[in-house]
């Protein structure tokens, strides 16, 4: 059975903090995505990640960086958190068959205080 | 260009009626159009997809329409049940697409009342 996991289900983090998100997928899937998602907003990518060690930034990459030196491995890192990026985040991988969807992990709901 | 316009942002409705969902883009190059659902706490799941060779899709409850001419796409759900109460959110993408971006609409809160 497909599965993408995500290291915290909730998390409260201080503003400044360094926050690292980790996802972790058992597909042997190319690629790997980070979302945030908020109300009336839908869900924007952040970045997403198509090989080990290659990253591009999606359409929101601003105050996050990511980082992929396990094909399975697949983290999102706030280098210095701030209150706007309180939201639910998500991590999402697919197959590089263009026929195939992307599978969700269960998202992390972030607070910065 | 790369938008996906989704609506209504939320809609009730009674046990047994039909839910109808919309999405509208404007990108010709897009070729692959799912439907994820998203149940509170979880992650979005695949729904029902379709291609722009074929003007519907049917799986049980679940039906996607397709107008190529138009650019528009909606779910319906007939029979509509208590427990498809979730957010359910279209997107697109383009098989050129490198890494299998998708483009995803605003969602839908649908709530169906028994």
């Known amino acids: 059975d497909v599965k993408v996991t995500q290291s915290s289900r909730y998390l409260v983090k201080r503003t400044g903090e360094k926050v690292f998100l980790e996802c972790v997928q058992d597909m042997d899937h190319e690629n790997m995505f980070w979302y945030r998602q908020d109300p009336g907003l839908g869900l924007r990518l952040i970045y997403f990640?198509?090989?080990?060690?290659?990253?591009e930034k999606g359409d929101i990459p601003e105050g996050y960086s990511v980082s992929r030196e396990k094909k399975e491995r697949f983290s999102l890192i706030l280098e210095s958190a701030s209150t706007n990026q309180t939201s639910m985040y998500l991590c999402a991988s697919s197959s590089m068959d263009v026929r195939e969807t992307q599978y969700f992990g269960p998202g992390t709901r972030l607070l910065v205080l | 260009q790369q938008q996906v316009k989704q609506s209504p942002q939320s809609l009730i409705v009674q046990k047994g009626g039909i839910s109808i969902i919309n999405c509208a883009y404007e990108?010709?190059?897009?070729?692959?159009f799912p439907w994820y659902q998203q149940f509170p706490g979880k992650g979005p799941a695949l729904l029902i997809a379709?291609?722009?060779?074929?003007s519907e899709k049917k799986e049980g409850r679940f039906t996607i329409s397709f107008n190529k001419s138009a650019k528009q796409f909606s779910l319906h759900i007939m029979d509509s049940q208590p427990g498809d109460s979730a957010t359910y959110f279209c997107a697109a993408k383009s098989s050129g697409n490198q890494g299998g971006k998708l483009i995803f609409g605003q969602g839908t809160e649908l709530s169906v009342k028994p």
């Open positions: 379709i291609r722009p060779d074929v």
């Open positions: 990108n010709t190059a897009f070729d692959y």
């Open positions: 990640s198509y090989d080990v060690k290659m990253k």
